[in-house]
């Protein structure tokens, strides 16, 4: 289920192939539109249309996922900005809020590769859908698990990006940007999370899960301190308080998956 997650997540966040370090640094416009098909090739084969709606370091990213659940289409919707990444179904007035600064963030997968796409390595030119793109290459991930390619245009906007594993199962993702956009008009409200929409917030989550393993371990302690319990009983004690962490961990990456698991077709 990790590894799957983990897939999805990463598919989904090529939406954003040109965010870095400060997000938004590759989008040299002040706001936009486009939209973006994607294809996965691999042990999790997938296939994606979004429509990105950007303005003032703000982005939206709209499509239609098959819930895995019901078998039914549904709207997906994420929201980036510069604190905090939103991911959420209008259809089940549910969702999760990450911090950018949070390392539990899977945005934070698509800003770390600012720090291997500035030591690209420019390789050719090629015309994009019409657009004429020089194409960069580098290696992204640890120990260079991965080979990315991308074509730029003119203005440094990313037009298509093909990553493929080197590393580990083998996996191939083609993203490419269609009908663009540029200066648009865009509503302020596009980028604001509905008023009925519930928000889970995965860092505060995240945090409340640390308090039961660490009680569990100070009832073992006081335990032994007090010879009430042998050392059997005391491990017994502490394993159940990290399984307890463990379960509550494994239920909250479960509803994630739950929510991205098919994301836009899969």
């Given amino acids: 289920m990790k590894r ?5 997540i990463f598919v ?7 965010f870095a370090a400060d997000v938004f640094e590759y989008i040299p416009y002040k706001s936009a539109s486009w939209e973006l098909k994607t294809v996965v090739e691999g042990e999790y084969p997938m296939s994606m249309d979004q429509k990105i709606t950007y303005k003032n370091k703000k982005m939206r990213i709209d499509g ?3 819930n895995p659940d019901t078998g039914k289409n549904e709207n997906q919707v994420i929201i980036v900005k ?3 990444t939103y991911m959420y179904t209008p259809a089940s007035k549910s969702g999760f809020k990450y911090s950018n600064n949070s390392v539990s963030n899977p945005q934070k997968m698509s800003n ?3 720090e ?3 030591k690209a390595k ?7 859908n019409g657009i004429a793109c020089t194409v960069w290459e580098y290696t992204a991930g640890e120990d260079d698990a991965m080979k990315v390619k991308e074509w730029r245009g003119a203005d440094g ?3 298509r990006t093909v990553s493929e594993t080197l590393k580990g199962p083998k996996s191939k993702y083609k993203s490419d940007i269609l009908s663009l956009k540029k200066n648009i008009k865009a509503d302020d409200s596009l980028f604001v999370i509905p008023a009925d929409i519930k928000i889970m917030d995965m860092d505060n989550l995240l945090k409340g899960m640390q308090p039961a393993v660490k009680k569990s371990e100070v009832k073992a302690n006081e335990k032994q301190n007090s010879k009430e319990v042998d050392e059997d009983d005391t491990d017994n004690d502490e394993d159940e308080g990290e399984d307890a962490g463990k379960k509550m961990q494994e239920k909250a990456a479960q509803e994630a998956a739950d929510m991205l698991k098919g994301m836009f077709g899969q």
Avoid at 4 to 8: C, P
Avoid at 122 to 128: A, L, P, V
């Fill in 4 to 8: 799957i997650l983990s897939a999805v």
């Fill in 12 to 18: 989904s966040l090529l939406a954003a192939a040109s």
């Fill in 64 to 66: 239609a996922y098959k």
């Fill in 82 to 84: 510069e604190d905090a």
């Fill in 112 to 114: 770390m590769a600012s």
């Fill in 116 to 118: 291997y796409r500035d």
């Fill in 122 to 128: 420019k390789t050719g030119s090629e015309t994009i």
């Fill in 157 to 159: 906007f990313i037009y």
